[in-house]
Structure formats: structure tokens, C-alpha cells
């Protein structure tokens, strides 16, 4: 089978570790990878940057990028600059939920998938984040997944692409593990809510202390880089 | 009751026909309604003027404009200038279909929603574009109720937000009726694909005849300014 036998696919692409790491497993599946990244008012647009030298890197097929202002419509922490990104753990649903960030994502890449005529779409949402985030659980994916078989075109033709999560149930440690068997390098990717526009991170807040923690328990070199003390 | 004794609503509106009709009977129902309107990179910019009008017109109490650039993911005649918009109408699905376009209008509208803590989405799909365009169809509407359930705050909490579409089985002329009934002007809305910046339609494309159709049924007085010949 060649390399590439099984078509195109969509893969999310955040410039995260997480996306990072799908890349790789979606093109060791043997998927021509279109790598397709959001805008969407994050303050760390230096994530975007990271998901351009990830897709080059991890061999993408095209890399796309499609900007929606959901800071025009507010409620998180990640899009709204009067809302302070917190450095210490919180209960419940975190503020840097971003309103129906994963439903917005998807359906971008629904619509990509039907021009592409793909067969999957790929996203990083894992288990570590369940807790928190209600759009990163299984049982967003299945409904996801029966919306797109009456949404599109392709689905009206009993062709939907499947949404692929092959994060869903791993750990940080096993996402590394992964990635680093897979030969991705984590130097490239950016994680931190608080990036500096080098893609230097604060690690102090959510996301740079999962990240952290997975190398960590991983026993794997973190090549993380972070702000200047 | 008061007039506004529902609460919040999120009313998807494209200043066309439909959903200023939707606009109206999301009023009547006593919902304070956010306006929401998208800019996908669609040619006729002329609906997003009308939009504000119409909000402005129907008694909205906020209107917003969030961007989406679907043109750089291609694939539709109404964001790609490469395809032109036919004249004449075509079997099977037109090529005015913007792949995933209401699953992208629904997931914004949702995370609007959470935002306003909304109890209702009002979306102006209707029965006459249910054989041309997939995510017209009442499937399409159930599909993402279910999704909604699962992928918010508000859903996790038992809350989420029914999506309406009032219009799904009603005719063009029951449209005009029913929007006539409530006092909507018209001659505010911009339907037409190929509409000039000041608004005037074309009257050859399927919006166009689709809109003449439902007044003449109706017999109700079309507003509607064309081309100078």
C-alpha cells in the first residue's frame, strides 16, 4: 500500500502538541493530510505561527488557514482581553472555554472535508481535558458524527467523513509517547494560553502545566522554551 | 406577559426574506432578539447591509457581524468567483450550496448562545430549498439539536438551546403572508446572489425567481428593485 493510499483527510491543526501529534497519526494511517488551522481572536496567535512549521514539518499536504472573529461574540478568557487568563487550577468549567469553540472548528472542516471530498476529519481533543471542556468528550464526537451524515452532500450520498479523535482516551504521557515514536518534534509546536509572540511560553497556566506534566511523566526531553525570569 | 418576557434568543439573520420573517416572528414571541449575522466571503455583500436594516426595521435589541472566510476553503459558486451562479435553475444540488454553511451559521449562532445564556435559536430554513440543499431538512435541524444537548455549558446543564426554524414547512407565499402579517418591509431585504451594492437584484438567478414566485402566490405587492434593463 502506498503511503497516502487512503486519500485525503482534514486534520485540525492548532500548532499545539495534541494536533501535533494527530498530524503524524493520521499520516502514518496513510491519509494525504490537509492540515487546516483556525483563527479565531486567540490571543495566542503565536500557536498559528507554530501550525504553519508543524504542518510543513510533519508532512502535510496543504496547510489552510480560515479566520472567524469569535472575539465579536465574547465569553472566554482566550478571546476576550478583559477577562484574565488564570495562573492556578480551577474547579469546574475553566474560563478559557471558548463557547462552542470545537462544534465551530469541526464545522469548518466539515465544509473543508466536502471540498476536498475527504473521508475523515481528524481532531486532537483528548481525555485530559473531558473535565472541563463539555465539547471534548465522546459524546460530542458521536453527535458530531450524526450531524455529519445529514449535513453535507457527501453524507446525503452515504459518504459523511468520519471524525477521527485518536486522542480521545490518552493521557499527556501517552500523547507524547506517541508523538515521539512517530518522530514529531515537540521544539515546533506552542501549547501556552499566554504564548509570547517567539512562542516562548509562561508556564503558569492550564495548558502549560498538562504539557509539562506529560513529558514529565513520559520521561520524555521537554524542549518547551519558556519567558526570560 | 411582557413583550420581551422570554428572555434572550439568537435570530441567525442574512437579510434576506427569510429570516427577516423569522426576525419578526421571534418578536411576536416575545424574545428579546440578538441579530446575528455572518460574513462567509459570500458575493452578495449587499445582504449584510440589508441585514442591519432589517435589524434595525424588526425591533432587534442587539445586532452583531461575525466574519468567516469559507472562500479560502473554495467549493461554492456563492464564495468562489471562478464559479459563476446559473441562470437558469439545474437538478440535484445547485452549485450555490456552500458546503457546511448552516452547520457553520448553527455552531457560531451556539456559542452565541452560551454567551447570552439564549434559550432559543431561530434559523430561516425552509421547505423550498429542502431538495436542493442538505442542511435544510428537518434531519439536518434534529441532528443538531442533539449536538447542542452535548456540546455546550449550557447543554451539560440541561439548557441548551432549541434550535427553531419556523419556516422549515411553510412555503415562499406562506412566508410572504405570514411576514406581511407582521408588518415586515420587504423592500428592506436582499435575496438575490448576484445583488448590486446598492441592493438591486438580478431576477434570473434562483433566488431571484424564488422570491417573485412566493409574492405572486402570495398576492402580495413584490417591492423588490431590479437592474435597470
Known amino acids: 500500500m502506498s503511503e497516502l493510499a487512503r486519500g485525503p483527510a482534514v486534520v485540525l491543526l492548532s500548532g499545539g502538541l495534541d494536533s501535533a501529534t494527530v498530524l503524524a497519526m493520521a499520516r502514518a494511517d496513510g491519509y494525504a493530510c490537509h492540515a487546516l488551522s483556525i483563527d479565531y481572536g486567540q490571543r495566542h496567535g503565536a500557536e498559528l505561527l507554530a501550525a504553519a512549521r508543524v504542518a510543513a514539518a510533519g508532512g502535510a499536504a496543504s496547510h489552510r488557514t480560515v479566520s472567524v472573529n469569535l472575539d465579536a461574540i465574547g465569553g472566554s478568557a482566550l478571546t476576550d482581553v478583559s477577562i484574565d487568563v488564570p495562573s492556578a487550577p480551577s474547579a469546574g468549567i475553566p474560563v478559557t472555554y471558548v463557547p462552542a469553540r470545537n462544534t465551530v472548528f469541526l464545522a469548518i472542516g466539515l465544509g473543508y472535508a466536502e471540498v476536498l471530498a475527504a473521508s475523515a ?109
Chains 1, 2 share one sequence.
Open 121 to 229: 476529519i481528524f481532531v486532537g481533543v483528548n481525555a485530559v481535558d473531558y473535565s472541563g471542556y463539555p465539547d471534548c468528550r465522546p459524546a460530542f464526537i458521536d453527535a458530531f458524527q450524526a450531524l455529519a451524515a445529514v449535513a453535507t452532500k457527501a453524507g446525503v450520498e452515504g459518504k459523511a467523513p468520519r471524525i477521527e479523535a485518536p486522542l480521545l482516551h490518552l493521557s499527556k504521557a501517552d500523547i507524547v509517547r506517541r508523538g515521539q515514536a512517530l518522530g514529531v518534534d515537540y521544539g515546533l509546536t506552542v501549547s501556552c494560553y499566554n504564548a509570547d509572540p517567539h512562542g516562548r511560553a509562561c508556564g503558569q497556566c492550564d495548558a502549560c502545566r498538562l504539557r509539562a506534566d506529560g513529558f514529565r511523566a513520559a520521561d520524555v526531553a521537554d524542549p518547551t522554551v519558556y519567558f526570560p525570569a
